[in-house]
């Protein structure tokens, strides 16, 4: 059964070094998510692509995340530098466009990252 | 400001009663609203959209009403078992967007 995977699922590394978080679409799906989750702020979006393309990142820091969507198979989201506020839980999610409406999203396992 | 609201505080039921959980929202005009359900450790899983021309949607045991004119969704859950315990998300889009915006969610047990 079609499922969003990502990579790693757990993640602890020190402050200043780059993360990147892999993630695969289900296949035929032509949206793109990525969301970040803290107690705090709850589920909050950082960045999505249709068609590979990155239609809006304004929910993404600029000056330390970069997300891409170097083939349709595969979307990733990088951290760098990476602070002690970046930790959290990291979620993709994918989902088709259809006659111009989104419908439901699927989201895969999530990555928790842990920066000390 | 845009703000979606949801009951932090968690629902505890009873099992076979009907939960009821709600989501407000404020300065949005969705197009769809959606309810997803989350289990510790896992992501979201969507459960039910409800259109805004929609004033309500059923699916098994889940039914989903939507209110724009009160700007509020109420989510049910007919006799309500153990297993639905988890945390219960809703989130909407609105009118030439295609991202979600989330509740923060209420956390359901129901006791057997």
């Known amino acids: 059964d079609a499922r969003v995977t990502q990579t790693p699922r757990h993640k602890v590394t020190e402050m200043g070094q780059e993360v990147t978080m892999r993630c695969q679409p289900i296949?035929?799906?032509?949206?793109v998510f990525w969301y970040r989750q803290t107690m705090m702020q709850g589920l909050e979006l950082l960045a999505y692509?249709?068609?590979?393309?990155?239609?809006?990142d304004s929910g993404m820091p600029k000056d330390r995340f970069s997300a891409e969507m170097p083939d349709a198979t595969l979307a990733t989201l990088k951290i760098q530098p990476s602070e002690p506020r970046d930790s959290a839980v990291y979620f993709c999610?994918?989902?088709?466009?259809?006659?111009?409406?989104?419908?439901?999203?699927?989201f895969g396992p999530g990555t928790r990252l842990t920066v000390t | 400001s845009q703000k979606i609201e949801q009951n932090s505080e968690a629902l505890n039921i009873q099992e076979g009663k009907t939960a009821t959980l709600t989501c407000n929202y404020t300065?949005?005009?969705?197009?769809?609203l959606q309810w997803y359900r989350q289990d510790p450790g896992r992501g979201p899983v969507f459960l039910l959209l409800?259109?805004?021309?929609?004033k309500e949607k059923r699916k098994e045991r889940l039914k989903v009403t939507f209110d724009t004119t009160l700007k509020q969704s109420l989510f049910h859950i007919t006799a309500s078992q153990p297993a639905d315990s988890a945390t219960y998300l809703c989130?909407?889009?609105?009118?030439?967007?295609?991202?979600?915006?989330f509740g923060s969610g209420t956390r359901l047990q129901v006791q057997p």
């Open positions: 999610a994918s989902g088709l466009v259809l006659a111009g409406e989104l419908y439901e999203q699927y």
């Open positions: 296949l035929g799906h032509n949206t």
């Open positions: 692509f249709r068609n590979r393309a990155p239609l809006d």
């Open positions: 300065n949005y005009s969705p197009a769809y």
């Open positions: 409800i259109r805004e021309n929609e």
């Open positions: 989130a909407l889009t609105e009118a030439g967007r295609r991202a979600l915006t």
